[in-house]
């Protein structure tokens, strides 16, 4: 069997976006299916690229490029959908980026099982808005993307506590923000799919940052850290953008997301 560290940088070299996230998902069965029978596969060393391969389309454009689009219209609608798109696939690269990124530190298996999980429920993800892309004619690739979303990536891709702060609390816990207003948006128009996928994604997500906070807290632990202040520091270091409301408090404390880690710094932001 290869090593979890090898699989994730098999997934990270794969550019095709349907054949990075099949090779995902049977990467993910794989290591579960080993903890299953009472294995732990070895998580050993490999190089991941600095960036992950991509498919030729989308085009990927400086943020201030994208053409907005209204939501109110199918075209509009399609483009959220696309970019929605691409948010998950770059999420399946960032969890098994986060595997490979750091194995000179050393962490307990359920680190591991968390973070193949994800990958696992991001490849879902990502093949259910691409269907309901085609459903409507279009597909991933039909239109062009930001070219900004693996900055986080590469900003932390030496430091593991501010990697987590960013991705899954900062960015991840923002899906939990914004995902109730687009399921109402679909719910309204014509996407009784698209509500099924977001109701999906929703779920899932609240784990993700869970594992992001259960991780974040226990490495805390391990250096003897204050977690609120250690966020609130990375944070500021590593994502300029900062936290902004309105927040969904439900959801992020269920991901165990306390409000004095995220409010303080909406409020240097705004101040
Ligand atoms: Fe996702
Ligand atoms: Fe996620």
């Known amino acids: 069997m290869q090593t979890l560290a090898e699989m994730a940088v098999e997934v990270l070299t794969t550019a095709d976006g349907r054949e990075k996230t099949a ?13 299953e029978a009472g294995e732990t596969p070895l998580v050993g060393s490999a190089e991941p690229p600095l960036r992950p391969a991509r498919p030729e389309a989308p085009q990927l454009l400086d943020p201030r490029d994208v053409p907005k689009r209204k939501p109110g219209t199918e075209a509009g609608r399609i483009a959220m959908l696309h970019a929605v798109a691409h948010i998950e696939l770059n999420a399946v690269d960032l969890h098994w980026d986060i595997i490979a990124r750091f194995t000179d530190t050393p962490m307990p298996a359920g680190f591991y099982d968390d973070w193949v999980k994800s990958a696992d429920e991001e490849s879902k993800h990502f093949n259910l808005v691409c269907d309901c892309l085609e459903r409507r004619d279009a597909h991933y ?58 109701e999906t994604i929703y779920a899932e997500e609240v784990h993700h940052v869970s594992y992001g906070a259960k991780w974040f807290h226990f490495l805390c632990g391990r250096h003897e850290k204050d977690p609120k202040d250690a966020f609130h520091e990375l944070v500021r270091r590593y994502f300029k953008g900062g936290t902004k409301p309105p927040f969904n408090e439900e959801k992020r404390a269920e991901a165990g997301l306390p409000p004095d880690f995220y409010w303080p710094l909406a409020e240097e932001r705004a101040g």
């Open 141 to 198: 690739g039909a239109l062009p993307a930001h070219a900004g979303m693996w900055r986080a990536a590469e900003d932390t891709a030496e430091d593991l506590l501010g990697r987590l702060a960013v991705v899954p609390m900062v960015l991840e816990a923002r899906g939990l923000d914004v995902t109730p207003g687009m399921i109402e948006l679909f719910r309204k128009s014509d996407g009784p799919d698209v509500v099924e996928a977001l």
């Open 23 to 35: 090779l995902s998902r049977r990467h993910a069965a794989a290591w579960f299916a080993a903890r």
